[in-house]
């Protein structure tokens, strides 16, 4: 997926070991290290051999949020609609058929649902946490113990995720001003609030499992795999809107 992920050898070895803090960390600051271009910059078609390189590299820029939140309702509508033409015929069924590889992926090497659930958990969690500085002291708090090499490297390129794509998206619907707001309308912003997060971290899995496997066989994320999660994230973020009764 667009997470910016340095191609790593060790992520291509089987390990079923634990991992220790210092290796996690290394890879972290890694990741977050490695250069990266705006998700809405891709050119759609690139095959992947023309996007093999040491590094998958695309995140939510400034530009990116300035322009989503230039749109308007028919607006954002129409940019989904042609981010997922571009995919072909049958682009809403293609998607749904990626995230389905992606979550039993990761489900899987997670082992089962309890695992999964405590993904989604931490997932949740850090993006919430949108005053964090200290991120990395944040995430080894956070991750579990006893995880096995391919197990916390999932955590830390979902929390790399988090901080180039989900959170800056979070962080700009949440924080927005909003005169004379009752206890009603806040209330309903919480839900609108949990809702987000909740759908940025599915998100997030879809990508992280897309960059797992794409690490793990050797390659970097191609223009399509990055197309869909722009479609992903307009429509993350019309849902967000009209929850809170924008376009109502």
């Known amino acids: ?42 050119n759609y078609g690139t095959s992947r051999a023309e996007h093999t390189s040491d590094y998958i590299y695309f995140a939510v820029t400034n530009d990116d949020i300035e322009y989503l939140s230039s749109l308007s309702q028919d607006e954002m509508k129409e940019e989904r609609e042609r981010l997922i033409q571009s995919l072909g015929h049958n682009g809403e069924n293609i998607i749904d058929s990626l995230q389905s590889v992606g979550y ?53 390129y979902m929390a790399v995720c988090v ?15 909003i005169q004379n707001i009752s206890t009603t309308s806040r209330n309903a912003r919480n839900i609108c609030d949990a809702q987000l997060a909740a759908e940025l971290s599915i998100m997030g899995i879809d990508l992280t499992a ?14 399509f795999e990055a197309t869909v999660g722009c479609a992903n994230l307009v429509g993350i973020w019309y849902n967000y809107e009209t929850c809170n009764g924008r376009w109502h």
């Open 1 to 42: 997926s667009f997470l910016m992920m340095c191609f790593l050898n060790s992520c291509t070895q089987e390990n079923n070991d634990e991992i220790s803090t210092s290796k996690l960390k290394e890879l972290y600051e890694k990741l977050e290290t490695c250069p990266y271009n705006s998700i809405f910059s891709i």
């Open 104 to 156: 039993e992926h990761i489900f899987n090497v997670l082992g089962g649902h309890v695992g999964m659930n405590q993904l989604i958990n931490f997932t949740t969690t850090y993006i919430e946490n949108i005053e964090s500085t200290e991120k990395w002291d944040e995430i080894s708090q956070l991750i579990p113990s006893n995880l096995t090499e391919n197990q916390a490297n999932i955590y830390i």
């Open 163 to 177: 901080n180039k794509i989900c959170r800056p998206i979070y962080r700009v619907l949440t924080t927005r001003q």
């Open 210 to 223: 897309e960059a797992f496997i794409d690490i793990m066989s050797g390659g970097a994320m191609t223009a």
